[in-house]
Nanobody
Framework: QVQLVESGGGLVQDGGSLRLSCAAS????????MGWFRQAPGKEREFVAA????????DYADSVKGRFTISRDNAKNMVYLQMNSLKVEDTAVYYC????????????WGQGTQVTVSS
């Protein structure tokens, strides 16, 4: 089991940038695929980005490709989400998640961090 704590959310203007961080503990971090998800008010939680444990393989939702970058530092047990060119529709609670393997359900989740983009 992995414990996850997100940080870095906040209020930013349309077109601005934020970097989210997720600190992991309780497991061999490099064994885990790490993902970012988000949930806007009244909407279902949706996938944002994922990164593999060691190979650096990445995947992104179409809505964030070219604007968001996921990265990780296995030495520090950290995963990041750099968000550029933010849009009002990116407003959501962002969650960090972990799983073993590139496919399958995410088993561990953080508590979330709020990102609000104002026009």
């Amino acid at each position: 089991q992995v414990q996850l704590v997100e940080s870095g959310g906040g209020l930013v203007q349309d077109g601005g940038s934020l970097r989210l961080s997720c600190a992991a503990s309780g497991s061999t971090f490099s064994n885990n695929v790490m993902g970012w998800f988000r949930q806007a008010p009244g909407k279902e939680r949706e996938f944002v980005a994922a990164i593999s444990g060691r190979s650096g393989r990445r995947d992104y939702a179409d809505s964030v490709k070219g604007r968001f970058t996921i990265s990780r530092d296995n030495a520090k047990n950290m995963v990041y989400l750099q968000m550029n060119s933010l849009k009002v529709e990116d407003t959501a609670v962002y969650y960090c998640a972990a799983r073993i393997g590139w496919v399958g359900p995410y088993n561990d989740w953080g508590q979330g961090t709020q990102v609000t983009v104002s026009s």
